[in-house]
T-cell receptor, first 116, second 111 residues
Framework: KAGVTQTPRYLIKTRGQQVTLSCSPI?????VSWYQQTPGQGLQFLFE???????NKGNFPGRFSGRQFSNSRSEMNVSTLELGDSALYLC???????????????FGEGSRLTVL | QQQVKQSPQSLIVQKGGIPIINCAYE??????FPWYQQFPGKGPALLIA?????SEKKEGRFTISFNKSAKQFSLHIMDSQPGDSATYFC??????????FGKGMKLTVNP
């Protein structure tokens, strides 16, 4: 069974640009969560989607947005990029309808974004 | 506001040592406490998890100790090996709420 797939793995953008990251969850998993990982802050929750609906949102500005498609694939978008947005963005899926709090999260390898 | 506080930030031990990672939480609604292990270039992977109805859980060389009254839990790695060198994250959540992570601890096990 294929794992969580994230694309692109690496990307470089400049300030003010926007970026879209993609996540394909494990087949059959309907809950998808996104996390931002930085050396200073660790793993910070961005948002969680289940059946195309956002169920939870972290404390990030409105420049960070996401969506989920009917096939459970998810995308996140960051507009008007800032230097501080440089991070590893991780996607995780779980098969459980209860979401991340009820069982194991399966993480992808992440998309490493560098903002110059 | 850091809902899960993790310490230390980094630790270096010799092979065979017993590193201990501590975490504390504030929200008494939390009822699921997993630990994730992350190797460089990889996403975190679930290592072991515990719920508050037990005070200790052991899986192989990894043991979680849980103190509900103190709102603290810790991970012990027995007979640590160089292959255990990784970053370890504690986390907590309650029901369908978001999973919140500690800031992580980088463990180095020297041969």
């Amino acid at each position: 069974k294929a794992g969580v797939t994230q694309t692109p793995r690496y990307l470089i953008k400049t300030r003010g640009q926007q970026v879209t990251l993609s996540c394909s969850p494990i087949s059959g998993h309907r809950s998808v969560s996104w996390y931002q990982q930085t050396p200073g802050q660790g793993l910070q929750f961005l948002f969680e989607y289940f059946s195309e609906t956002q169920r939870n949102k972290g404390n990030f500005p409105g420049r960070f947005s996401g969506r989920q498609f009917s096939n459970s694939r998810s995308e996140m978008n960051v507009s008007t990029l800032e230097l501080g947005d440089s991070a590893l963005y991780l996607c995780a899926s779980t098969p459980l309808a209860g979401g991340p709090g009820t069982g194991e999260l399966f993480f992808g390898e992440g998309s490493r974004l560098t903002v110059l | 506001q850091q809902q899960v506080k993790q310490s230390p930030q980094s630790l270096i031990v010799q092979k065979g040592g017993i590193p201990i990672i501590n975490c504390a939480y504030e929200n008494t609604a939390f009822d699921y406490f997993p630990w994730y292990q992350q190797f460089p270039g990889k996403g975190p992977a679930l290592l072991i998890a515990i719920r508050p109805d037990v005070s200790e859980k052991k899986e192989g060389r990894f043991t979680i100790s849980f103190n509900k009254s103190a709102k603290q839990f810790s991970l012990h790695i027995m007979d640590s090996q160089p292959g255990d060198s990784a970053t370890y994250f504690c986390a907590a959540t309650g029901g369908s709420e978001k999973l919140v992570f500690g800031k992580g601890m980088k463990l180095t096990v020297n041969p």
